[in-house]
């Protein structure tokens, strides 16, 4: 069963780091372009961060809300899709989600991915 996996939400401080990650059960990340998602309570879901597949040589596409802050990366020795936060503000509060499809096109021109976690919970208050 295919299936992805999110982890390391927490409570972090403003200013606080935090990285995420995402596994996959069932099939290798490294085949897929990986995006992550977030949702805050009441609003629309908004697309963060896309990293291609590797054989499109691990391409990435970032939201301009966190861009220089965010980064994304595949954590080969894990078998995982990492998304580092930096600079946290408490507007990246959120339930985070990563997606998986075949091109981050998907994820640039706001088309369904096939796959999706259950997310997981980032909260930056002091």
């Known amino acids: 069963q295919v299936q992805l996996v999110e982890s390391g939400g927490a409570l972090v401080q403003p200013g606080g780091s935090l990285t995420l990650s995402c596994s996959g059960s069932g099939f290798s990340l490294d085949y897929y372009a990986i995006s992550w998602y977030r949702q805050a309570p009441g609003e629309e879901r908004e697309g963060v961060s896309c990293i291609s597949s590797t054989d499109s040589d691990d391409a990435t596409h970032y939201a301009d809300s966190v861009k220089g802050r965010f980064t994304i990366s595949r954590n080969n020795a894990k078998g995982t899709v990492d998304l580092l936060m930096n600079s946290l503000k408490p507007e990246d509060t959120a339930r985070y989600y990563c997606?998986?499809?075949?091109?981050?096109?998907?994820?640039?021109?706001?088309?369904?991915?096939?796959?999706w976690g259950q997310g997981t919970d980032v909260t930056v208050s002091s």
């Open positions: 997606a998986a499809a075949a091109y981050c096109s998907v994820y640039v021109h706001g088309y369904e991915q096939t796959y």
